[in-house]
């Protein structure tokens, strides 16, 4: 699960997962989209997301939210 905050209360949340690369490395990046053409307040906007990886092959799996190592995990 993952809590944040947007600047505006008009930006979009996006969660990109990509599958794990030859390091077992599951990459994880969280951004927000807005239209500048659309009059918006400046509110912080609370957020808590959650997302689920998937199924993978056994090995030892570490997990990186926008470049920073957050956690691993195994499967066997």
């Excluded at 505006?8 to 990046?29: F, G, H, K, M, T």
């Excluded at 500048?36 to 689920?52: D, G, H, P, R, Y």
């Amino acid at each position: 699960t993952f809590l944040g905050s947007m600047p505006r209360a008009c930006n979009e949340l996006r969660i990109d997962v990509s599958p794990p690369d030859e390091q077992y490395q599951i990459q994880v990046e969280i951004y927000s989209l807005v239209d500048t053409k659309v009059e918006c307040e400046n509110v912080f906007q609370q957020f808590e997301a959650s997302v689920l990886l998937g199924l993978y092959s056994p090995g030892r799996y570490t997990v990186w939210v926008n470049g920073g190592l957050i956690g691993d995990f195994v499967t066997y």
